[in-house]
């Protein structure tokens, strides 16, 4: 047995500046934006969405720019299994996440839990896939 839920939103950025981008889509959406410590404040910048507790960040990246979702877990490798079994894939193995491929090729990535009110809103999973599953 597993939980996840959906974690939030990652806005990949093809450009040198996130602070700059984060500009944008913060008056954009209406989130303050807010830099994070040394090691990440380099490539990410997060936007505070208390009003529904998702988890957006603003990410400079090399290929082209796009929105892609996070799906929250307390086990990666049984949520990546469960997903594999209704037709995702594997993409690459990043520090501690997968990114992986929906079978209409948009792309999401599975990340640890994180999100406060995880144990209260995540879906709870007793095998790895619904039965029927591809």
Do not use: N
Not at 23 to 37: C, D, K, T, V, Y
Not at 103 to 131: K, N
């Amino acid at each position: 047995m597993h939980r996840s839920k959906l974690a939030g939103f990652i806005i990949d950025c093809e450009a040198d500046d996130p602070g700059a981008a984060a500009g944008f889509w913060s008056a954009a959406l209406g989130m303050p934006a807010r830099e994070l410590p040394a090691e990440e404040g380099g490539k990410y910048v997060r936007l505070l969405d208390p009003q529904h507790g998702l988890h957006v960040e603003v990410q400079a990246v090399t290929h082209p720019s796009r929105v892609h979702l996070d799906i929250e877990t307390d086990d990666i490798e049984a949520e990546v299994r469960r997903l594999e079994a209704l037709g995702a894939r594997r993409v690459a193995f990043v520090r501690t996440w997968w990114v992986m491929e929906a079978p209409t090729g948009q792309r999401f990535c599975v990340v640890r839990q994180t999100s406060p009110d995880f144990d209260r809103l995540a879906h709870r999973w007793d095998r790895e896939a619904p039965p029927g599953a591809a």
